[in-house]
């Protein structure tokens, strides 16, 4: 896995984002906005998120890590962040 750069990171959490709610407005959401509140995503939208970019990133992403996925520039910097280090798990 390549480590993602900002740009890169933030256009996979919208892709994944789209994916899950086709007609997502990001037009209403700020980078600091709880996108979950903006675009109303529910816990099983949420948890298809996380899973999505998983899968996309190869990046793993614990229940303990789902504060850092709350806003478009947190989940964008922990993608970041996680790439550069490899799987991010100590196992």
């Known amino acids: 896995m390549k480590p993602l750069n900002n740009a890169e990171a933030l256009s996979v959490v919208k892709e994944s984002i789209a ?3 086709p007609d997502a407005d990001f ?3 700020e980078p600091d906005d709880k996108f979950r509140d ?3 995503l529910d ?3 949420f948890l298809s ?3 999505l970019l998983s899968e ?9 890590d789902y504060p850092e996925l709350t806003t478009l520039s947190d989940a964008s910097r922990f993608l970041v962040e996680r790439s550069k280090e ?4 100590a196992t």
């Open 38 to 40: 903006v675009l109303e």
């Open 56 to 64: 996309r990133t190869g990046v793993r992403i614990d229940d303990e």
């Open 27 to 29: 037009t209403l959401v």
């Open 43 to 45: 816990s099983l939208d």
């Open 49 to 51: 998120l996380v899973e």
């Open 86 to 89: 490899g799987t991010g798990s």
């Open 19 to 21: 994916q899950i709610i």
